[in-house]
């Protein structure tokens, strides 16, 4: 995943720009609305980014297991519903 443009986008969405070996230094801004941010700026919102995908995938986890708990209590599994085309 590429966590500098994600940064970048969540930052600035409507800027258009290119960069290299995703280094901040090597951004070339093609179309931005309002100020540049800072690397410092873009470096919380890489930190910003990797947070939200974290929570994402523990709460897929999470809903995963709720949702096989719940099976259980009806006395299914993933295979009953896979036989089911589920």
């Given at each position: 995943?590429?966590?500098?443009?994600?940064?970048?986008?969540?930052?600035?969405?409507?800027?258009e720009?290119?960069?290299?070996?995703?280094?901040?230094?090597?951004i070339?801004?093609?179309?931005?609305?309002?100020?540049v941010?800072?690397?410092?700026?873009?470096?919380?919102?890489?930190?910003?980014?990797?947070a939200?995908?974290?929570?994402?995938?523990?709460?897929?986890?999470?809903?995963?297991?709720t949702?096989?708990?719940?099976?259980?209590?009806?006395?299914?599994?993933?295979?009953?519903?896979?036989?089911?085309?589920?």
């Amino acid at each position: 995943m590429n966590y500098l443009s994600l940064a970048i986008s969540k930052l600035c969405p409507t800027a258009e720009f290119s960069f290299s070996n995703d280094d901040y230094s090597t951004i070339v801004w093609n179309k931005i609305d309002g100020k540049v941010p800072t690397q410092a700026e873009i470096d919380a919102a890489i930190k910003a980014v990797k947070a939200e995908e974290a929570a994402a995938e523990s709460k897929a986890a999470a809903d995963k297991a709720t949702a096989q708990a719940k099976l259980a209590a009806l006395g299914l599994t993933a295979e009953d519903l896979k036989a089911l085309g589920l």
